[in-house]
């Protein structure tokens, strides 16, 4: 059975379509009255405000143009609105090891923003799994006099300034693609990834050499007590960028967008005509590839 699989962030997901995002195989409401208008009827005869994550995926991400071009027999949705490269991996590992054999399966890897690093941390008396992100605007808005907020946006503003370097986890995070990418095609798959959305993977494209110097700090720290540091060198940013399967599908950012076409105001995520262009732009940079056995 020929598999595709995208995951990613809400770039994949498609749930800026819709209000809320939950449990799969639900019903939620489109996200404005021009939505409903556009899609209200979705694939039923009564126009209705709601469609089905099914719906969602095979009619308004990319995932389902893609894998209608590529005649694929499945297709699954791995996006989630608000997730980090932590996430995205976690449930690639999940899915690898129960299904164990990957052959016929093609995976393509929208990769999302650096800084949705996951934290768990202490909200209170309750242990909280967040991103940094959202972390980070907890802090904007106790900063600016929200008193619930105030005390946990102090704790928040020591663990950033003091805990957190961007350019330490963008290293580790370019660690992470590749050991995933080469974990899923060792059972047999075939792994694409873009940063189309990623400032980071856009930065590393534009300057391999920005990272040497955290590089360099790695590799003094794990000299300390190694006695195979000749075997055991860091791999450079460049090494790693070759190494991963990028493509990239170049688009304009801010056309064909909900906000462009009038579809949700101030949301630049893609419209389902924008996912269409992106699914079929990154079928021509892979159709030529032996995608499947």
């Given at each position: 059975?020929?598999?595709?699989?995208?995951?990613?962030?809400?770039?994949?997901?498609?749930?800026?379509?819709?209000?809320g995002v939950g449990t799969e195989h639900k019903e939620y409401k489109?996200?404005?009255?021009?939505?409903?208008?556009?899609?209200?009827?979705?694939?039923?005869?009564?126009?209705?405000?709601?469609?089905?994550?099914?719906?969602?995926?095979?009619?308004?991400?990319?995932?389902?143009?893609?894998?209608?071009?590529?005649?694929?027999?499945?297709?699954?949705?791995?996006?989630?609105?608000?997730?980090?490269?932590?996430?995205?991996?976690?449930?690639?590992?999940?899915?690898?090891?129960?299904?164990?054999?990957?052959?016929?399966?093609?995976?393509?890897?929208?990769?999302?923003?650096?800084?949705?690093?996951?934290?768990?941390?202490?909200?209170?008396?309750?242990?909280?799994?967040?991103?940094?992100?959202?972390?980070?605007?907890?802090?904007?808005?106790?900063?600016?006099?929200?008193?619930?907020?105030?005390?946990?946006?102090?704790?928040?503003?020591?663990?950033?300034?003091?805990?957190?370097?961007?350019?330490?986890?963008?290293?580790?995070?370019?660690?992470?693609?590749?050991?995933?990418?080469?974990?899923?095609?060792?059972?047999?798959?075939?792994?694409?990834?873009?940063?189309?959305?990623?400032?980071?993977?856009?930065?590393?494209?534009?300057?391999?050499?920005?990272?040497?110097?955290?590089?360099?700090?790695?590799?003094?720290?794990?000299?300390?007590?190694?006695?195979?540091?000749?075997?055991?060198?860091?791999?450079?940013?460049?090494?790693l960028y070759n190494n991963i399967n990028f493509i990239n599908p170049?688009?304009?950012?801010?056309?064909?967008?909900?906000?462009?076409?009038?579809?949700?105001?101030?949301?630049?995520?893609?419209?389902?005509?924008?996912?269409?262009?992106?699914?079929?732009?990154?079928?021509?940079?892979?159709?030529?590839?032996?995608?499947?056995?």
């Open positions: 059975m020929k598999t595709l699989i995208g995951v990613g962030c809400s770039h994949t997901q498609g749930c800026a379509s819709i209000l489109l996200a404005s009255e021009p939505l409903k208008l556009k899609y209200g009827l979705a694939n039923k005869s009564v126009r209705t405000d709601k469609v089905s994550t099914e719906w969602i995926t095979e009619n308004f991400s990319w995932i389902g143009e893609l894998g209608n071009l590529l005649k694929v027999d499945k297709k699954l949705n791995f996006g989630s609105g608000g997730a980090g490269i932590d996430h995205c991996i976690r449930i690639l590992r999940n899915y690898a090891f129960r299904k164990k054999d990957l052959f016929n399966h093609l995976i393509i890897f929208q990769v999302p923003s650096f800084d949705r690093r996951e934290v768990f941390w202490k909200n209170g008396l309750k242990w909280t799994l967040e991103t940094l992100g959202n972390l980070l605007s907890q802090l904007n808005f106790g900063l600016r006099g929200d008193a619930h907020l105030k005390k946990n946006s102090e704790r928040i503003k020591i663990f950033y300034e003091f805990f957190h370097n961007e350019d330490f986890y963008v290293v580790k995070y370019m660690y992470e693609l590749y050991f995933i990418q080469d974990y899923l095609e060792k059972f047999g798959a075939k792994v694409f990834l873009f940063g189309n959305f990623s400032p980071e993977v856009l930065n590393i494209q534009n300057n391999l050499n920005y990272y040497d110097d955290i590089i360099e700090m790695f590799q003094k720290y794990q000299n300390i007590n190694n006695w195979s540091s000749d075997v055991t060198k860091m791999i450079s940013m460049k090494e170049i688009f304009e950012k801010n056309k064909y967008t909900l906000d462009s076409e009038g579809l949700v105001r101030d949301d630049n995520h893609l419209s389902g005509y924008g996912n269409k262009r992106l699914a079929n732009l990154i079928y021509g940079l892979i159709k030529n590839e032996k995608l499947f056995k």
